[in-house]
Protein backbone atom coordinates (compact mmCIF):
# COMPACT_ATOMS: atom_id res chain seq x y z
CA UNK A 1 0.00 0.00 0.00
CA UNK A 2 0.98 3.58 -0.84
CA UNK A 3 -0.22 4.88 2.09
CA UNK A 4 2.88 7.88 1.89
CA UNK A 5 0.51 9.23 -0.39
CA UNK A 6 -2.16 9.18 1.91
CA UNK A 7 -3.04 10.69 5.12
CA UNK A 8 -4.18 7.41 7.05
CA UNK A 9 -4.44 8.58 10.46
CA UNK A 10 -6.92 11.34 9.06
CA UNK A 11 -9.01 9.20 6.49
CA UNK A 12 -8.55 5.75 7.53
CA UNK A 13 -10.09 4.48 4.47
CA UNK A 14 -9.83 0.73 5.32
CA UNK A 15 -12.39 0.65 8.26
CA UNK A 16 -15.90 -0.05 7.75
CA UNK A 17 -17.60 3.23 10.06
CA UNK A 18 -15.14 5.76 7.81
CA UNK A 19 -15.99 4.03 4.55
CA UNK A 20 -19.89 3.31 5.17
CA UNK A 21 -19.31 7.00 7.07
CA UNK A 22 -18.26 8.66 3.24
CA UNK A 23 -20.59 6.34 1.28
CA UNK A 24 -23.76 7.66 2.88
CA UNK A 25 -22.58 11.54 2.64
CA UNK A 26 -21.97 11.23 -1.16
CA UNK A 27 -25.14 9.17 -1.00
CA UNK A 28 -27.08 12.06 0.86
CA UNK A 29 -24.94 15.34 -0.36
CA UNK A 30 -23.84 14.31 -4.15
CA UNK A 31 -20.23 15.24 -3.03
CA UNK A 32 -18.00 13.87 -0.84
CA UNK A 33 -14.65 16.01 0.55
CA UNK A 34 -11.96 14.35 2.22
CA UNK A 35 -9.93 17.47 3.52
CA UNK A 36 -5.83 16.69 3.33
CA UNK A 37 -6.23 13.61 2.15
CA UNK A 38 -3.16 13.09 0.04
CA UNK A 39 -0.10 14.39 1.84
CA UNK A 40 1.97 17.65 0.56
CA UNK A 41 4.63 15.67 -0.86
CA UNK A 42 3.00 13.93 -3.32
CA UNK A 43 0.70 17.58 -4.10
CA UNK A 44 4.13 19.62 -4.64
CA UNK A 45 5.04 16.37 -6.86
CA UNK A 46 1.93 16.10 -8.97
CA UNK A 47 1.63 20.23 -8.97
CA UNK A 48 5.91 20.58 -10.31
CA UNK A 49 5.00 17.51 -13.15
CA UNK A 50 1.80 19.39 -14.21
CA UNK A 51 3.83 22.98 -14.31
CA UNK A 52 6.33 20.73 -16.47
CA UNK A 53 4.10 19.80 -18.96
CA UNK A 54 1.37 22.84 -18.81
CA UNK A 55 3.09 23.77 -22.58
CA UNK A 56 1.99 20.20 -23.52
CA UNK A 57 -2.04 20.46 -23.40
CA UNK A 58 -4.31 20.34 -25.79
CA UNK A 59 -6.26 24.47 -25.20
CA UNK A 60 -9.69 24.50 -26.66
CA UNK A 61 -12.22 26.91 -26.95
CA UNK A 62 -15.59 24.90 -27.03
CA UNK A 63 -19.12 26.30 -27.39
CA UNK A 64 -21.88 23.67 -26.23
CA UNK A 65 -25.14 22.98 -24.93
CA UNK A 66 -25.59 22.06 -20.45
CA UNK A 67 -26.03 18.73 -22.13
CA UNK A 68 -22.79 17.88 -24.01
CA UNK A 69 -24.71 17.05 -26.68
CA UNK A 70 -25.47 18.01 -30.08
CA UNK A 71 -28.47 20.79 -30.63
CA UNK A 72 -31.80 20.02 -31.26
CA UNK A 73 -32.83 21.92 -34.66
CA UNK A 74 -36.53 21.28 -34.19
CA UNK A 75 -36.17 23.51 -30.80
CA UNK A 76 -35.67 27.12 -30.63
CA UNK A 77 -32.64 28.41 -29.92
CA UNK A 78 -33.77 29.93 -26.61
CA UNK A 79 -35.21 26.47 -25.37
CA UNK A 80 -32.62 25.68 -22.72
CA UNK A 81 -31.44 22.07 -24.27
CA UNK A 82 -30.26 24.72 -27.19
CA UNK A 83 -28.83 27.51 -25.48
CA UNK A 84 -24.60 27.99 -25.83
CA UNK A 85 -22.11 28.44 -23.05
CA UNK A 86 -18.55 28.25 -22.96
CA UNK A 87 -15.61 25.86 -21.82
CA UNK A 88 -12.17 26.86 -22.33
CA UNK A 89 -9.31 24.88 -20.74
CA UNK A 90 -6.31 22.83 -21.63
CA UNK A 91 -5.94 18.85 -21.06
CA UNK A 92 -2.51 17.18 -19.98
CA UNK A 93 -3.13 13.85 -21.19
CA UNK A 94 -2.59 10.20 -19.61
CA UNK A 95 0.40 9.16 -21.90
CA UNK A 96 2.24 12.15 -21.26
CA UNK A 97 2.59 11.69 -17.51
CA UNK A 98 5.52 9.45 -16.45
CA UNK A 99 5.76 5.63 -15.51
CA UNK A 100 6.78 6.78 -12.10
CA UNK A 101 4.37 9.70 -11.20
CA UNK A 102 2.98 9.01 -7.96
CA UNK A 103 -0.33 9.69 -9.68
CA UNK A 104 0.26 6.44 -11.33
CA UNK A 105 0.74 4.86 -7.90
CA UNK A 106 -2.27 6.69 -6.09
CA UNK A 107 -4.82 5.20 -9.20
CA UNK A 108 -3.64 1.57 -8.85
CA UNK A 109 -3.18 1.76 -5.08
CA UNK A 110 -5.50 -1.64 -4.05
CA UNK A 111 -7.04 -0.01 -0.72
CA UNK A 112 -7.49 2.98 -2.51
CA UNK A 113 -9.03 1.44 -5.04
CA UNK A 114 -11.27 -0.47 -2.80
CA UNK A 115 -12.73 2.62 -0.44
CA UNK A 116 -14.06 4.30 -3.99
CA UNK A 117 -15.87 1.44 -5.21
CA UNK A 118 -17.34 0.90 -1.72
CA UNK A 119 -17.96 4.79 -1.93
CA UNK A 120 -19.53 4.59 -5.48
CA UNK A 121 -21.14 1.22 -4.84
CA UNK A 122 -19.22 -0.51 -7.74
CA UNK A 123 -17.71 -3.72 -7.38
CA UNK A 124 -14.86 -3.37 -10.02
CA UNK A 125 -13.64 -0.43 -11.29
CA UNK A 126 -11.30 -0.38 -14.74
CA UNK A 127 -9.66 2.26 -16.50
CA UNK A 128 -10.20 3.21 -19.80
CA UNK A 129 -9.45 1.34 -22.69
CA UNK A 130 -7.37 3.64 -24.61
CA UNK A 131 -4.37 5.64 -23.53
CA UNK A 132 -5.33 9.37 -23.30
CA UNK A 133 -7.88 9.90 -20.65
CA UNK A 134 -7.51 7.48 -17.39
CA UNK A 135 -5.24 9.87 -15.03
CA UNK A 136 -5.66 13.33 -16.78
CA UNK A 137 -4.73 17.34 -15.34
CA UNK A 138 -7.30 20.06 -16.42
CA UNK A 139 -5.39 23.05 -16.55
CA UNK A 140 -7.02 26.71 -16.93
CA UNK A 141 -4.95 30.24 -17.10
CA UNK A 142 -6.58 33.41 -16.72
CA UNK A 143 -10.06 33.64 -18.33
CA UNK A 144 -10.38 30.34 -18.52
CA UNK A 145 -12.95 28.83 -17.07
CA UNK A 146 -15.82 25.78 -17.95
CA UNK A 147 -19.28 26.82 -18.68
CA UNK A 148 -22.72 25.70 -16.89
CA UNK A 149 -22.55 21.58 -17.66
CA UNK A 150 -24.00 17.64 -16.65
CA UNK A 151 -20.91 14.91 -16.72
CA UNK A 152 -21.87 12.19 -18.97
CA UNK A 153 -20.71 9.72 -16.36
CA UNK A 154 -21.84 9.39 -12.73
CA UNK A 155 -19.53 10.61 -10.77
CA UNK A 156 -16.09 11.81 -10.84
CA UNK A 157 -13.05 12.06 -8.46
CA UNK A 158 -10.73 15.00 -8.36
CA UNK A 159 -7.40 16.13 -6.57
CA UNK A 160 -6.62 19.78 -6.74
CA UNK A 161 -3.21 20.53 -7.36
CA UNK A 162 -2.96 24.28 -7.42
CA UNK A 163 -5.41 27.28 -6.76
CA UNK A 164 -5.87 30.17 -8.85
CA UNK A 165 -5.20 33.88 -7.63
CA UNK A 166 -9.04 34.25 -7.75
CA UNK A 167 -12.01 32.87 -9.71
CA UNK A 168 -11.86 29.10 -10.53
CA UNK A 169 -14.57 28.66 -8.24
CA UNK A 170 -16.76 25.31 -8.26
CA UNK A 171 -20.25 26.15 -8.35
CA UNK A 172 -23.46 24.03 -8.43
CA UNK A 173 -27.07 22.92 -8.54
CA UNK A 174 -27.50 19.50 -7.08
CA UNK A 175 -30.53 17.57 -8.42
CA UNK A 176 -31.29 19.58 -11.14
CA UNK A 177 -32.42 16.95 -12.94
CA UNK A 178 -33.00 13.06 -12.75
CA UNK A 179 -31.34 11.70 -16.01
CA UNK A 180 -32.32 7.85 -14.73
CA UNK A 181 -35.87 8.60 -14.89
CA UNK A 182 -34.95 11.16 -18.25
CA UNK A 183 -35.32 14.06 -16.82
CA UNK A 184 -33.87 16.98 -18.38
CA UNK A 185 -34.13 20.05 -15.72
CA UNK A 186 -35.44 22.29 -18.09
CA UNK A 187 -36.58 24.71 -15.41
CA UNK A 188 -33.69 24.71 -13.02
CA UNK A 189 -31.55 24.86 -16.25
CA UNK A 190 -33.29 28.25 -17.60
CA UNK A 191 -33.43 29.47 -14.33
CA UNK A 192 -29.00 29.11 -13.51
CA UNK A 193 -28.71 30.28 -17.34
CA UNK A 194 -31.10 33.50 -16.71
CA UNK A 195 -30.52 34.48 -13.31
CA UNK A 196 -27.26 32.76 -11.98
CA UNK A 197 -28.57 30.95 -9.36
CA UNK A 198 -29.14 30.37 -6.24
CA UNK A 199 -26.07 27.43 -6.41
CA UNK A 200 -23.88 26.04 -4.17
CA UNK A 201 -20.44 26.52 -4.40
CA UNK A 202 -17.65 23.70 -2.97
CA UNK A 203 -14.38 25.15 -1.80
CA UNK A 204 -11.90 22.70 -1.65
CA UNK A 205 -7.80 23.53 -1.28
CA UNK A 206 -4.66 21.27 -2.39
CA UNK A 207 -4.53 18.29 -1.34
CA UNK A 208 -8.41 17.04 -1.01
CA UNK A 209 -10.09 14.37 -2.28
CA UNK A 210 -13.50 15.33 -4.09
CA UNK A 211 -15.82 12.85 -5.14
CA UNK A 212 -18.87 14.72 -6.96
CA UNK A 213 -21.70 13.02 -8.88
CA UNK A 214 -22.02 15.30 -11.90
CA UNK A 215 -24.39 13.80 -13.55
CA UNK A 216 -27.18 15.01 -12.08
CA UNK A 217 -25.98 18.22 -10.86
CA UNK A 218 -25.35 21.02 -13.23
CA UNK A 219 -21.89 22.58 -12.27
CA UNK A 220 -19.55 25.12 -13.68
CA UNK A 221 -15.82 26.56 -12.85
CA UNK A 222 -16.03 30.27 -13.11
CA UNK A 223 -13.27 31.89 -14.45
CA UNK A 224 -9.74 32.08 -13.40
CA UNK A 225 -7.91 35.20 -12.75
CA UNK A 226 -4.51 36.03 -12.31
CA UNK A 227 -1.13 34.70 -13.14
CA UNK A 228 -1.49 31.15 -10.77
CA UNK A 229 -2.64 28.32 -12.80
CA UNK A 230 -5.58 26.38 -11.60
CA UNK A 231 -4.83 22.67 -12.03
CA UNK A 232 -6.60 19.13 -11.64
CA UNK A 233 -6.00 16.07 -11.32
CA UNK A 234 -8.98 13.70 -12.73
CA UNK A 235 -8.76 10.11 -11.64
CA UNK A 236 -11.10 8.25 -14.42
CA UNK A 237 -12.61 4.93 -13.17
CA UNK A 238 -14.97 3.10 -15.29
CA UNK A 239 -17.80 0.06 -14.52
CA UNK A 240 -16.51 -2.11 -17.56
CA UNK A 241 -12.84 -2.79 -18.67
CA UNK A 242 -13.89 -1.71 -22.22
CA UNK A 243 -14.77 1.84 -21.15
CA UNK A 244 -13.23 4.21 -23.95
CA UNK A 245 -14.59 7.42 -24.99
CA UNK A 246 -15.73 7.91 -28.79
CA UNK A 247 -13.39 9.04 -31.55
CA UNK A 248 -14.88 12.47 -32.29
CA UNK A 249 -14.89 13.18 -27.95
CA UNK A 250 -11.19 12.25 -27.68
CA UNK A 251 -10.47 14.73 -31.04
CA UNK A 252 -12.67 17.58 -28.85
CA UNK A 253 -10.70 16.77 -25.73
CA UNK A 254 -7.21 16.44 -26.43
CA UNK A 255 -6.64 17.13 -30.23
CA UNK A 256 -6.04 13.41 -31.24
CA UNK A 257 -7.13 9.82 -30.95
CA UNK A 258 -4.08 7.96 -30.11
Known amino acids: MTSRHFDI ?8 EFRNRCRDELETEGVLVLRGF ?17 SAAFYSDAVHNVYLTAIDPELADTHPFNRPVVSNKGLIADDLIVGDSPLREIYADPPFRSFLGFVLGLESLFPYAHKLS ?9 EMGLGWHFDTSASSVTMLLQAPEGGGVFEYVPEARDADAGGMGFDNVERVLDEGGPVCTL ?34 FNERPDASMSQAALRTFFGRTA
Do not use: C, K, Y
Open 38 to 54: FTDEVIQHAAAESAALE
Open 134 to 142: TIVISVANA
Open 9 to 16: ARHPISEA
Open 203 to 236: DFSPGDLVVFRGRNALHRVTTVVGSTTRSVVIFA
